[in-house]
Each structure stands twice: as structure tokens, then as C-alpha cells.
């Protein structure tokens, strides 16, 4: 779906597109391509969309049932959309190093322990958002299997490797057993 935002000055074809996500999100609604105009198809959508939320059932487009349409679209998009990535920003040149604390260890420390269940030799480290033994001991194995220098510290080419395996080790982790 195109963003709103390529639609301005094409207020059918945002309305179809708005009603288009609702139905995606919720299949008892009316699903429509949005080709920008307002014919039978656009007329029964709003019908079903006005039925389903108390406003009189005309068909038409009027201002309250526009925004009642923009209320319910906004959730939806949201539901339906990518879940919002976590930007990780390393200085450049910053490495985490032994011993010390850093908030983006809990990530790394949480993420080592959803890759040890699928690489077994990756052990499962400390929860403690410090670089100790047993998160650095994870890290270096990691580094190698992920073709790093083994260092055991968090530096931005391990962070990259982390972000790139986790997703993959997460979605192996939800599959049925």
C-alpha cells in the first residue's frame, strides 16, 4: 500500500485506501481496490464500514463517517505494519569492552540467548547488561562462527551480525516442535 501521504488531492483514492487496510486488518469488513473512484464497489464499503460502526448506513462519505474511517485506520496500519525496528547507535569506533555496563548489552545479552538454542556452542550469557565472562565468552563464539576476529567485545561489525542472525534465530524459535 502506498502511504497517505501520495495521495494528497486524491481524497477517493485515500478513502479506498484507508478502507482497504481496515478490511485487511479486519476480514468483515469490505475489502476494494482503491482506483480512485467512488462507484458501487467504494458506496458498499462505506455501507459495511457505517453498519459496523453505529454511524447511518447512507453510504456517502460524510465528515463523521471520514473520521470514524481515520480512526480506525490508524490502529489497523499500525496492527498490520512491520513491527518498528530498534536503532542501535555505536559511536563511531566505540567498542564495549570487559567489565563495562552499557543499556545495549541487555539487547545483546537477550539476543545471544535466543542464538544459543539454535547454535548450540553459543552458551547462553548473564542478563546483567555488563560485559562479564560469560556474555564475552558468548560473543566470541558468535564472532567465529559469524567469520569475526574473535575479540568478545561488541564493537558495530558484531552488532551488524547479531541484527542479521537474530531475526532468523527468533522466527526458528517460534516455529511448532
Request: proline share 8%.
Amino acid at each position: 500500500m502506498r502511504p497517505l501521504s501520495s495521495f494528497v488531492g486524491q481524497p477517493i483514492r485515500s478513502l479506498q485506501t484507508m478502507l482497504r487496510v481496515i478490511a485487511e486488518d479486519d476480514p468483515t469488513h469490505m475489502r476494494i481496490v482503491p482506483d480512485g473512484i467512488y462507484g458501487p464497489e467504494t458506496t458498499a464499503a462505506v455501507s459495511t464500514f457505517q453498519r459496523k460502526h453505529g454511524l447511518p448506513v447512507t453510504g456517502v462519505t460524510n465528515q463523521e463517517t471520514w473520521e470514524t474511517i481515520v480512526a480506525a485506520y490508524t490502529p489497523a496500519l499500525v496492527r498490520l505494519d512491520a513491527a518498528q525496528p530498534v536503532d542501535i547507535i555505536l559511536n563511531p569506533g566505540q567498542i564495549i569492552r570487559k567489565g563495562e555496563k552499557s543499556p545495549y548489552l541487555y539487547l545483546v545479552q537477550a539476543m545471544l540467548a535466543v542464538l544459543s538454542d539454535v547454535y548450540k556452542s553459543v552458551a547462553e550469557p548473564t542478563h546483567s547488561g555488563i560485559l562479564d565472562e560469560p556474555t564475552a565468552d558468548s560473543l566470541s563464539t558468535f564472532q567465529i562462527l559469524s567469520g569475526l576476529p574473535m575479540t568478545g567485545t561488541l564493537d558495530k561489525h558484531t552488532w551488524k551480525h547479531l541484527a542479521l542472525q537474530y531475526p532468523l534465530a527468533a522466527n526458528l524459535n517460534n516455529l511448532p516442535r
